[in-house]
């Protein structure tokens, strides 16, 4: 849309909120009336020419066929539009018969809006329309709102028309609609200081998604075309995309039929988008209210090309009980198969954290493509996302888990970089996500990157944050690109790069490194005496013992409310369970219990420092036995944690010793895939005795991991990177998980050399002398 025009538009619009509601409503509330009003002129406008026909068939069918109910068919058929309206009123009639009661105007205007189809009647309801009328009339403000709103001079149409003086009123199309509401939306937020909204999305980045998507197979269209956007906004995205595939101005001119599919979390968007789609003809049914995450709208539908720039970097936490119970994934679009290091099958989840659900809406697409056993042509995906799509999430996490699944499916094509502030209301990095589960030959297996970020040309205007654009010569030179599959060198800091890398190139195996514990111990007074207390409770049982000494072996539950109230002010957050346990009188019992014991070991030990944990923990049982005191495995550790810390001169602390020969050797080394001279490097350490191997606790303090590529072999890496440095170390490749992640930096990035000193100290000396010089002559030294 020109930029001229669609500041002049905005400001027209906004015009009307000051001149009209100043003093009915605050500022903020400006949005309210002036986006259903734009939305119901731009319908009323387009059945103006119709009215008389619309009223002759209702006239036909009332009074000559003598329906009870309206056919629908005859009276869309009437006002040319899947939409219409049976009142003898318009808009432009409403004000042209107004007098000066508000009472008698308002009752025409709810005759008029009740005189809607349902389908319109839909958008009202969502708007809050009919209240917003009745208030103007209270306020004395309604026939002054309608006054502007049917001005001659402002053209909410997606045909031009000629203003009273003869000029041409540049049409108004869906994205033209789509970016007048982003920026009216932008200023009445920024009144109420609020944020702007989604991102809209730009005409050119629209034209460049298209493009990619239709060009490679545009002499390969199905003969029926369905279109989905998960978070389709004012719907911009869909319509045009049909418009590129079929209007006669369009860029293929597909003969078959495209129908569009959308939803949108948001009323107001969601009714415009509604609206236009009314306007171009569309089913506006298939277009959806509600949260695409929290509901699978079209379950059980595929489509053809998908298209979206879902929200990024916002909370899904409110839609999280519809995904998932707990821990299990109970919507069958965020659950997957992936294989583990062995190959095995297993169950895995696609969800990413709760502060950006981006990539749900992704995984939302891809449960939708068409399986190519149902359809030759199978699906094409675009989808707009931030930088955290491509590289957050630990290796097993979701977000890594959604790019290992599309990408092992070998269904990810490409992904551009865009240049930043090229977006209406962010200044942030974007990038382009090509999908398709029908890739060409010379594609399989591969996965191109672009990095487009230096291609763009400046606004002469900002529009919001958006302060560059892509110009048509950019686009085709992304496309051409993209389409030719082709590695390009950046030329300077200028122009465009691409490379074109194997799916496996984004893989890589998170390895876990452990190292052995090395523990030294001493029974000591102040070491065991927090063994009064629960680990788990400790701040909260010191304060309740300090508060109430010895009753606490007693009984506490007359302290019971005052003991949680201070737990409340603490901000503890106990749960219910551990508030029990805190006034158990068992629970200190046992604790004391424990205590007394460390005490009997701590006479029997004394102060002696042991540099050898294996020795020690030896010792400790064998005054265990001879005083007749039995622990459980967890006192007995909670007492040996209490008296020993790690330190790096002391002995090594035994796990146990591994016998291994025959079947269970043969087995082990299939497992760990290496040979017996490589077991150390997996932590099973050769012993004096053949076939007898001694394994260490590890330090989980210490326990390390190293991102190692799916190309590259696990033990090399080790010994090349890890066992150089830290000799004592090994590998658990139990622990070993597989995730995938893409950096355009690492690909892409240009390393600048830093200017010598004598540059830099001539620019200082010069910036000096220019600083003396303006000093002086502020000071009429000069």
């Not at 992904?415 to 999908?435: A, E, R, S």
Request: proline fraction near 3%.
């Amino acid at each position: 849309m020109n930029t001229a025009v669609h500041n002049k538009l905005v400001s027209f619009i906004w015009s009307i909120a000051d001149d009209c509601l100043r003093d009915v409503y605050v500022r903020g509330k400006y949005r309210d009336v002036i986006l259903p009003m734009v939305v119901l002129r731009r319908l009323d406008a387009l059945l103006e020419p119709t009215k008389e026909a619309v009223l002759e068939e209702l006239a036909f069918q009332r009074d000559e066929a003598g329906f009870t109910e309206w056919d629908e068919g005859g009276l869309r058929q009437a006002s040319g539009y899947v939409f219409y309206n049976t009142s003898e009123w318009t808009l432009q009639r409403l004000h042209d018969t107004a007098t000066n009661s508000q009472q008698i105007l308002q009752a025409n205007f709810e005759d008029y809006l009740n005189g809607f189809s349902d389908n319109v009647k839909e958008i009202i309801e969502k708007f809050k329309l009919k209240s917003q009328v009745r208030h103007m009339a209270t306020k004395d403000v309604l026939l002054d709102v309608l006054e502007k709103f049917t001005s001659s001079y402002i053209n909410l149409t997606p045909f031009q028309k000629l203003d009273p003086d003869g000029r041409k009123l540049p049409p108004l199309s869906n994205l033209g609609m789509g970016y007048v509401f982003e920026e009216l939306i932008r200023k009445f937020n920024e009144e109420n200081n609020e944020e702007a909204g989604e991102h809209f999305t730009p005409r050119e980045v629209i034209d460049l998604m298209t493009h990619i998507i239709f060009d490679p197979i545009k002499n390969n269209l199905p003969p029926v075309m369905t279109i989905y956007d998960p978070a389709c906004g004012s719907g911009g995205m869909l319509t045009e995309s049909q418009n590129f595939i079929k209007d006669e101005e369009g860029e293929i001119k597909a003969k078959g039929d495209v129908y569009l599919y959308g939803k949108e979390i948001n009323d107001e968007t969601y009714a415009i988008c509604k609206s236009d789609m009314m306007i171009k003809g569309n089913d506006p049914e298939n277009i959806r209210v509600g949260s695409t995450l929290s509901t699978d709208e079209f379950a059980g539908t595929t489509f053809d090309f998908m298209l979206s720039n879902p929200p990024y970097g916002k909370s899904w936490a409110s839609e999280q009980k519809y995904i998932k119970d707990g821990k299990d994934v109970i919507d069958s679009r965020f659950s997957i198969k992936l294989k583990n290091y062995w190959g095995e099958e297993e169950d895995a989840d696609a969800i990413p954290r709760s502060s950006d659900g981006q990539l749900l809406f992704l995984m939302e697409m891809v449960s939708k493509m068409k399986p190519l056993d149902k359809s030759k042509y199978g699906t094409r995906i675009a989808s707009v996302h931030n930088g955290s799509s491509l590289f957050t999430g630990d290796a097993g996490g979701g977000e890594s888990n959604i790019r290992r699944y599309i990408i092992e499916n070998d269904w990810l094509e490409a992904i551009v970089q865009m240049p930043n502030n090229l977006f209406y209301n962010t200044g942030i990095t974007t990038y382009i996500w090509i999908l398709s589960n029908n890739k060409s030959a010379k594609r399989k297996g591969k996965v191109q990157l672009i990095d487009a970020s230096q291609l763009y040309q400046k606004l002469r205007k900002n529009l919001g944050q958006k302060n560059c654009e892509f110009a048509p010569a950019h686009i085709n030179e992304i496309v051409k690109v993209y389409t030719e599959m082709l590695a390009v060198e950046k030329a300077e800091d200028k122009g465009i790069a691409a490379q074109v890398f194997d799916n496996s190139d984004f893989g890589f195996h998170k390895v876990t490194i452990e190292r052995p514990k090395r523990l030294k111990a001493q029974f000591t007074a102040e070491r065991i005496a927090g063994l009064r207390f629960d680990k788990n409770l400790n701040d909260a049982m010191v304060y309740v013992y300090e508060t109430y000494g010895e009753e606490v072996y007693q009984d506490l539950s007359k302290y019971e409310k005052d003991i949680k109230d201070w737990a409340e002010k603490q901000e503890l957050n106990l749960n219910s369970k551990q508030e029990k346990t805190l006034i158990n009188v068992a629970t200190w019992q046992k604790q004391l219990a424990i205590l007394k014991t460390a005490q009997v070991l701590l006479k029997a030990f004394g102060d002696k420092i042991y540099q050898d944990f294996n020795v020690f923990v030896n010792e400790v049982d064998e005054v265990l036995k001879a005083q007749k005191i039995k622990l459980s495995a967890s006192e007995k550790n909670a007492i040996l944690n209490a008296v020993s810390w790690y330190d790096d001169e002391a002995e090594k602390v035994k796990k146990s010793i591994v016998k291994l020969s025959g079947d269970k050797m043969s087995d082990l080394l299939t497992h760990l895939g290496c040979t017996a001279g490589q077991l150390e490097d997996y932590g099973y350490f050769t012993t004096d005795k053949k076939g007898e191997y001694q394994t260490y606790e590890t330090e989980s303090d210490l326990r390390d991991t190293e991102n190692v590529s799916l190309k590259e072999n696990i033990n090399s890496y080790f010994l090349r990177e890890v066992k150089p440095h830290v000799s004592e170390a090994w590998i658990n490749l139990d622990a070993t998980k597989i995730g995938y992640e893409i950096s355009f930096n690492k690909y892409f990035y240009r390393h600048k050399p830093l200017r010598s000193i004598e540059e830099v100290t001539a620019d200082i000396l010069a910036l000096e002398n220019e600083s003396d010089g303006l000093i002086r002559e502020i000071l009429n030294l000069a």
